[in-house]
């Protein structure tokens, strides 16, 4: 091959085929590394959770009256940042249900931050489950500037 200056260049066709061989190598090496490191998961046929895997309501329930009046308190309901901190609110409640529950368990997070007035409000939710593994936890907090509706729903995951 010649190069600009007409001179003969030393790359040819061999050495780019030593550098394709090369770097399919590579591609290979990498999915080798990467099958070996998936690990093996044989299926339990568990139906229903462990004695000491059991989601627990209660202690769902109060970690989220204590996380609720810890995040809330002293702030006021303002339409613009009212989206922004339901979002941290729902985070923080996903993280603090997991530390009570087992790995077997997916948890959703629902939360409901509004202004309070004159009108009630009723809050519903429906949900497919298996009644003897599945449950739910809920808190509520009020200051009088803001009100507060958290859920979290356990569902077992076999």
């Excluded at 979002?87 to 009570?100: G, M, P």
Aim: with cysteine; glycine share 4%.
């Amino acid at each position: 091959m010649m190069n600009l200056m007409g001179r003969a260049s030393n790359v040819s066709l061999t050495s780019i085929g030593i550098s394709m061989r090369f770097t399919r190598s590579l591609r290979e090496a990498a999915a080798k590394q990467k099958e070996k490191e998936k690990i093996p998961v044989e299926n339990t046929y568990r139906l229903a959770p462990a004695d000491n895997e059991v989601f627990n309501p209660c202690r769902v329930s109060n970690a989220l009256q204590v996380l609720l009046g810890a995040f809330l308190e002293g702030k006021a309901y303002t339409p613009a940042k009212s989206s922004r901190m339901v979002c941290d609110l729902t985070t923080r409640i996903l993280v603090r249900a997991k530390k009570f529950s087992s790995k077997r368990y997916k948890l959703v997070a629902h939360a409901i931050v509004g202004q309070p007035s004159e009108v009630d409000l009723q809050v519903a939710s429906r949900c497919l489950w298996v009644a003897g593994v599945d449950d739910f936890a809920t808190a509520t907090f009020n200051n009088g500037r803001l009100y507060a509706v958290a859920a979290v729903y356990a569902i077992y995951f076999e």
